[in-house]
């Protein structure tokens, strides 16, 4: 039993900065990541008889974030205007450092376009484009069927296309039947 | 598509994808739209601030909160102990009482002093200078673990649970034993002194026997056959236990005696006198021997022994007593003077 306690507190150390990033890109609130975090390794004491403390613990963890990133997002579905969250404007000044430069205006938009995605809708298309998942990994992380995976992708980039259109010099109208069919492809 | 903005198109896919581009305008420019917002997503950024340490300690409280149901029997155990060692209270021991991942720890640390003190079974340690012995809330239970760091002196209670404690490089596992017990960060060295112990470290197990002892670093192990006499003495040093043997070494030194009369009629006294004492040796000793003969008048005779008697040695004796032809009521065997080495 002291072995495993001492497991634990080595897969913590090793794995919690991560996790925080990774949480952090979901609900951009600083306490709300630590405490998804907190909550995720809580559930792993609780079943550490059950859990090997293996390599794949990694993994594990990953999918235990994300659902509880998830969980978070859908309880916490109060309508999040960006524009008067100081926080998400600091969070993104923060951030220049990983590539130097500002963020552009359309970045910007893209961003809270992000933001706004109703939460499974989000937390998949945050998968594909932060983390690089194919869609069956996606599906495989959340629990859900490819289809459902490959629809709720289709409807992010459809919201955030609408979300933007205004904003793009090329300006046309599309039909959105045939976005629908031709995403699906 | 996003297999497209990826990068991880496959050839066939692309060059479908490129013919529906090329199909229509429209095609073409929802293809660049999307092109557009994907590029345009940040990309992942950091949390400010994920205090990794200070988290720790957070998790460590909740998960001590949810192990808060513990037995009313090992609970009053606990309190015991506390008592008593609160009275001890020397300046050497500290116990720490610290938010264990999974149960409460029980540390107790000899920093200056030897300190002594039992487990929650009746097991007594010994920790010479700078050591410490740690356990958790369910010693006891299933299984008797607790963890060394320096040196200690083990008697452990007769047991069907195994008992075990473990250093940085070996473990050992006794019922019912007596053995001194040195970690350092190189080696381990086990003395036993009663009973039998089993030692495990890096890839040996040994099992060793009263008088045997055993040294295991990290690239080997070597068995050696010990005389007790050496085993921890650091413990007499300051104790109030050994102050006792110093002033009562009468009642450390164990009298076995038998008397019979030989054949011109005198009373041989024999036996021998066993040192069970912890830690002290005893140099020259006395034994009185105290008789009545016929005439009614009771002599005391001096029998004086040479040590050094050291803890756990036994000394034999015989002594003819000047009452030839003589008829002697019982004899008494004690211990006269002594002195303490």
Redesign the interface.
């Known amino acids: 039993m002291i072995e495993a306690s001492k497991q634990f507190e080595s897969v913590f150390r090793n794995h919690h900065k991560l996790l925080c990033d990774f949480a952090f890109n979901f609900v951009r609130d600083k306490d709300a990541a630590k405490d998804i975090v907190q909550d995720v390794f809580l559930k792993l004491w609780k079943n550490i008889n059950n859990v090997e403390m293996s390599e794949h613990i990694g993994n594990y963890l990953f999918k235990a974030t994300a659902h509880t990133a998830l969980n978070h997002l859908r309880g916490n579905e109060r309508m999040f205007r960006i524009e008067d969250n100081s926080d998400f404007d600091r969070n993104m000044a923060l951030s220049q450092d990983t590539n130097g430069t500002e963020f552009s205006e359309l970045e910007v938009l893209v961003e809270r376009a992000i933001d706004r995605l109703p939460p499974r809708c989000k937390v998949i298309y945050l998968l594909s484009r932060h983390e690089g998942l194919k869609n069956r990994k996606i599906a495989e992380t959340l629990g859900l069927s490819i289809k459902t995976v490959e629809n709720q992708m289709t409807i992010a980039l459809e919201k955030l296309r609408n979300e933007i259109l205004p904003y793009i010099k090329h300006e046309i109208i599309l039909i959105f039947g045939m976005v629908g069919a031709l995403l699906a492809q | 598509?996003?297999e497209k903005f990826?990068g991880?198109i496959v050839p066939d896919d692309d060059k479908l994808l490129s013919e529906?581009i090329s199909a229509s305008?429209?095609?073409k420019?929802?293809f660049?739209?999307?092109q557009?917002?994907?590029d345009?997503?940040?990309?992942?950024?950091?949390?400010?601030?994920?205090?990794?340490e200070a988290?720790?300690l957070?998790?460590q409280l909740?998960?001590q909160s949810?192990n808060k149901k513990v037995s009313i029997k090992s609970n009053l155990r606990w309190y015991a102990i506390a008592a008593s060692v609160a009275l001890l209270t020397l300046a050497g021991l500290y116990i720490f009482r610290k938010p264990?991942?999974?149960f409460h720890a029980i540390t107790f640390s000899a920093t200056d002093k030897v300190v002594d003190f039992y487990l929650p079974d009746s097991s007594r340690v010994w920790l010479n200078i700078n050591s410490e012995l740690r356990y958790?809330e369910?010693f006891g239970r299933e299984?008797k673990?607790v963890?060394l760091k320096g040196e200690g002196y083990f008697l452990v209670r007769p047991d069907v649970i195994p008992f075990s404690v473990?250093t940085s490089l070996a473990t050992v596992r006794a019922l019912g034993t007596e053995f001194n017990l040195r970690s350092t960060d190189s080696s381990a060295v086990v003395s036993v002194t009663r009973g039998k112990v089993e030692i495990v470290g890096g890839r040996t197990k040994m099992e060793l026997k009263k008088g045997q002892s055993a040294t295991v670093s990290r690239t080997q192990s070597i068995k050696n056959q010990n005389t007790l006499s050496d085993v921890a003495s650091w413990r007499g040093i300051g104790d109030i236990e050994y102050g006792e043997e110093r002033r009562s070494p009468e009642k450390f030194l164990m009298i076995e005696n038998t008397t019979r009369k030989n054949k011109i009629d005198q009373t041989v006294v024999e036996g021998s006198i066993l040192n069970s004492a912890a830690q002290t040796t005893y140099r020259k000793f006395e034994l009185k021997i105290t008789y009545v003969k016929s005439n009614g008048r009771s002599y005391t005779v001096i029998v004086p022994l040479d040590g050094p008697l050291k803890p756990g040695e036994r000394i034999s004796y015989r002594k003819r007593l000047p009452d030839a032809f003589s008829k002697t009521r019982p004899v008494r065997v004690e211990i006269g003077k002594v002195e303490v080495k």
């Open positions: 598509m996003i990826s991880r529906w305008v429209e095609n420019l929802l660049e739209t999307l557009k917002i994907w345009s997503t940040p990309g992942k950024i950091h949390h400010p601030e994920p205090d990794t988290e720790w957070r998790i909740k998960i949810e264990a991942a999974e958790y369910n299984k673990e963890i473990e």
